[in-house]
């Protein structure tokens, strides 16, 4: 297991992007909450390079391509190049030394494929980090895993800024997949935590589901927080997003306070502190797949 914890080489915080400050530990039913926040607290630091260096790191012959992605050797790409079973950008190209940008949509008989090392980033997301992998937003979750791997990793459904908890990043696509089909998904566990106390008959009508301009909303599974006040409640659900936690409350008036990701699956935050992140081992890896 390799995790970033954001230290310099005496072990000391770095102190680049590092935020301090006392917080409230909302999760009772997961988690394990540090007052600090990495966020490019030992970030690479970009070299320059020549434009020629440049542009041929952002090519790659289709054969090298297929064969980096695990499905076989470079020789049998070329065979399966010359039968037309790849595509580039949704064209099938027989053509021998072809050459394709990192960023192009490759597929090999119908499935997209990665040149790049599989990647699997697990991070226990603070307050205050937007999930996008755009410029231009402030600060992103990927300031937070900008030094988990050389692959490009993205993450698997949204948290919003002032959201927290567990959010997976990978290249992955069919972990995507997992998390985007709409019949299965992947079950999340949020700790919520709300202004006012809910109400018996609110968790009664969440719990069965209800409309909302004509659209059924329903969750897996939702709960008080044991020894907690009733503001406080658990909630499954298996969207990638959780802009349904706020379309339930806010259609129920209660004002949300905190949202915590406290599980995703079997996935939990332990040993990861908030604003840090771990690569996933074999055993976690392989629960996700066989979900």
Sequence with gaps: MSRHQGTNRKGKPSGR???????????RTSGNDNTKSFARGNAPVKTS??????????????????????????????????????????????????????????RYDGSRINPEKKAYVLLNKPKGF???????????????VA????????PVGRLGRNSKGLLLFTNDEAIVNKFTNSKNGVPRLFHIELSKNLKLEDL?????????????????????????SKKEIGLKIKNTGNTIIRTIFEHLNYDIVSVDCVAIAHLTKKDIPRGHWKHLTEQELNGLKML
């Design 130 to 144: 937007a999930t996008t992998t755009s410029e231009g937003k402030g600060r992103t979750v990927m300031d937070l």
């Design 17 to 27: 992007g590092q935020r301090s400050g006392a917080k409230k530990n909302f999760s």
């Design 204 to 228: 009664k009508k969440i719990q069965t589901g209800f409309k909302i301009d004509d659209k059924l909303i329903s969750v897996e599974e939702i709960s008080y927080i044991d020894g907690a």
């Design 49 to 106: 390079s020549s434009n020629q260096s440049k542009s041929n790191s952002d090519e790659i012959r289709l054969n090298k391509y297929v064969a980096n992605s695990g499905m076989c050797s470079r020789r049998e790409a070329d065979v399966h190049i010359a039968t037309g079973l790849v595509t580039v950008n949704g064209k099938v190209v027989t053509e021998m030394g072809y050459k394709v940008k990192i960023g192009d949509e490759v």
């Design 147 to 154: 030094n988990a791997t050389n692959s490009r990793i993205k």
